[in-house]
Every structure is written in structure tokens, then in C-alpha cells.
């Protein structure tokens, strides 16, 4: 993968390094928020943001959760989505979820 990618694909490896750390079979509302919080709009290259942590396996994907799919496909395509729309739509349906 280049090193020249959208911030917001930079935020869903991210997401997918701390989910498969963490042990849960999708990646989650709070794997891509605390994906938001690191140091993602760098200009360090994808293979180092996931440093030998992650070694794609076939038939063991990691999906997203259905929470997350619900808050964000009415937005449109993900990968291009400008990080501030992700994290509201995200921080929103999390205060939904605990309503």
C-alpha cells in the first residue's frame, strides 16, 4: 500500500491493528475512535503504522461491527470520508447506543 493514502484509511488500519490486539472478531465503534486519537495524519508510511503486527491471513478478516456499519453507510464511501464527519458520526451513534 502507498504511503500516499487518505487519512481515513490510515484511521481504519489503525482500527484494525488495535482491534485484533484487543481480541474481538469486528472492529468496533471505540477501535476506530481511539483510531482518531493517534498519531494517523502523519506522513510515516502504512507498513510502519502497523509495524509486524499484522499479517493479512486469508478467511480471517476482521469485519465492522453492525453499529458502525449503521453510522456510517449513509455517509457514503468511507475511505474518502473527511475525519471530522467520521468522528461525529461515530461519537453520535456511541451516545445513541448508551441511550
Known sequence: MPSEVAPAVRVFVTALVLARRSGPSEIGIEHILA???TSIGSN??????????YVPVPKQDTPLAPDVIAALEPLGEIF?????VLRWALVSAK?????
Open 35 to 37: 483510531a482518531l486519537g
Open 44 to 53: 510515516e508510511p502504512i507498513a510502519a503504522l502497523i509495524a509486524e503486527r
Open 80 to 84: 474518502a470520508m473527511p475525519l471530522d
Open 95 to 99: 451516545h445513541q447506543g448508551e441511550r
